[in-house]
């Protein structure tokens, strides 16, 4: 899962402060990290894995996923620049985490991060934070599979993507409609029809010839659909 730590816990999962894995302006000598780079569509780490490290994406993007036992993939979380995951309850990791396109991801051992916390009452709070984001984000999404027609979907996820890339005029999509039909329960084919719609209906534009620069014209318009 994905969080945001900020000193409001009133924004939106996306991006963790990004002192937390021991950037320069850390405050926690004790951390340790590393920086390694995967090509497209190479893992990170498998489901059952140790979950040992906690990463956090410097740049390109991640997808979490679980394979279901007809063959099917449920995408569980886009990480994007900035978003920590790979923090677990558990012992284990349980989902995929996979590259969606080349990346580099900084890690640091997870027992750091609980060393900290003991010790730092404000780091601990940020933890807490990450937890109730990964709930909220989990409860989210369970709704929008449940309760929420093809197009609200894909016009709650082009919203959802508008808000981690800050409101920028176009949406720069780095995973494929193959990946948002996972992530949203739906066919490659739906997807395509409700952008096709979305398109239509006035409340976007496509740039570029694979169609992955979307420039959303009519934000209220996706707003509604997403109510």
Sequence with gaps: MFVRVNASPSFPPGILAPDILGTPNTSHASFSTSQFNYRRGTEIYGEGEPAEYVYQVVSGAVRSYKLLSDGRRQIGAFHLVGDIFGLENDDVHRFTAEAVVDTTVRLTRRLSLERVAHSDPAFAHNLLIMTTSNLQHAEDHMLLLGRKTALERVAAFLL??????????VVALPMCRRDIADYLGLTLETVSRALSKLHAYGALDFLGSNQREIMLVDRDQLAKLDT
């Design 160 to 169: 959802e993507m508008d808000r981690r890339l800050n409101g920028v005029d």
